[in-house]
């Protein structure tokens, strides 16, 4: 298997993304190739002990800054790490990819180059929420800040699809993020999406969710727009930070275990959903062990052929 990762982006480039690859390569056996200036990548990689036939570096001369505006800047940039490593696997020499860099970008990149389902009017990003041994699937995280009642409805099939992968249960229960359980609650889109989701058979839908539902296992798929999902997703990831933080001297080394299990670093990246292809999404502030963690990712999804199944179920709503 070949993963192309983008060596350039993410706020701690290319160092921490050469690290993340390298472990990823001892680790698994994987091929990876890393896209990025050749010089710097080249630096990088002399640190480090790996098969020199399993790691290539394929030079690209543009990098998408963080700050920049995504589809302007894959106009401009043609020859930029994402959009090379993006147009790797749209030629197949590459099985997936793996950026830290700006989130917009690669999915403007997946998006325009890599082409979305037929039928799918909007991909989402769908993440890991670990809780101790189990995990939710939380979906859209920030793609989509507006999203229609149908849109939300492809997000819950997907996003079963890929829990399926993840969690291992063939019929992952799904639920609509709301502000209350009842069927009332909600603004229109998701009294509309409600609707269309309860009129589905073998979807597994258990309702609306609140916020607390997604650490009691009520819905093992928790779906809701990007704007929403994204704000839940920081303030999970900002908490998480601050009991770790408070935790971590009171603790003796048999607890820490305990704290990593809800690390989102431990998952490394979530898929965008919709896509022809495997494209992962790492935080920006990924270090090497969430990289590696990410690419990690990515052979599981290749490995279960993610993007087959995941038509299949849309084919069947």
Do not use: W
């Not at 896209?35 to 098969?51: K, Q």
């Not at 993440?127 to 997000?155: H, S």
């Not at 609650?185 to 839908?205: D, S």
């Not at 963690?293 to 993007?307: L, Q, S, W």
Request: with cysteine; hydrophobic share 45%; glycine share 12%.
């Amino acid at each position: 298997m070949r993963i192309a990762v983008d060596a350039m982006g993410g706020d701690y480039a290319p160092g921490e993304v050469v690290r993340g690859a390298v472990g990823a390569v001892n680790q698994t056996g994987v091929e990876i190739l890393l896209v990025g200036d050749e010089n710097r990548v080249g630096n990088e990689l002399s640190r480090y002990t790996y098969p020199a036939d399993r790691v290539r570096i394929v030079h690209c001369t543009e990098v998408v800054e963080m700050n920049e505006h995504p589809a302007l800047a894959l106009r401009k940039k043609k020859d930029s790490s994402i959009v090379v490593a993006t147009s790797l696997v749209r030629a197949g020499k590459a099985d997936a990819l793996v950026s830290c860099g700006n989130t917009g970008a690669q999915m403007a990149a997946a998006t325009f180059i890599l082409g979305r389902f037929d039928g799918v009017e909007r991909s989402a990003i769908a993440a890991i929420i670990p809780i101790g041994e189990r995990c939710t699937v939380l979906l859209d995280i920030g793609a989509n800040v507006d999203c229609k009642p149908r849109q939300l409805v492809q997000f819950a099939v997907m996003g079963r699809a890929y829990a399926a992968i993840v969690t291992g249960n063939p019929s992952p229960s799904v639920g609509l993020l709301s502000n209350g359980e009842e069927e009332a609650k909600g603004n229109q889109a998701v009294l509309e999406a409600h609707a269309l989701l309860k009129e589905m058979r073998g979807l597994n839908f258990v309702g609306n969710v609140e916020g607390r539902d997604i650490f009691n296992g009520r819905s093992e798929v928790v779906v809701c727009d990007g704007f929403v999902g994204n704000i839940v997703l920081k303030a999970v990831e900002g908490f998480m930070s601050l009991v770790m933080g408070q935790l971590q001297g009171v603790l003796a080394d048999g607890g820490q275990g305990a704290l990593k299990s809800f690390d989102y670093h431990q998952v490394g990246g979530a898929p965008l959903l919709g896509v022809e292809g495997v494209s992962i999404v790492c935080h920006g502030s990924s270090r090497g062990e969430a990289v590696t963690n990410g690419i990690k990712m990515a052979i599981r999804c290749v490995e279960n052929d993610m993007v087959a199944r995941l038509k299949a179920e849309l084919a069947g709503c």
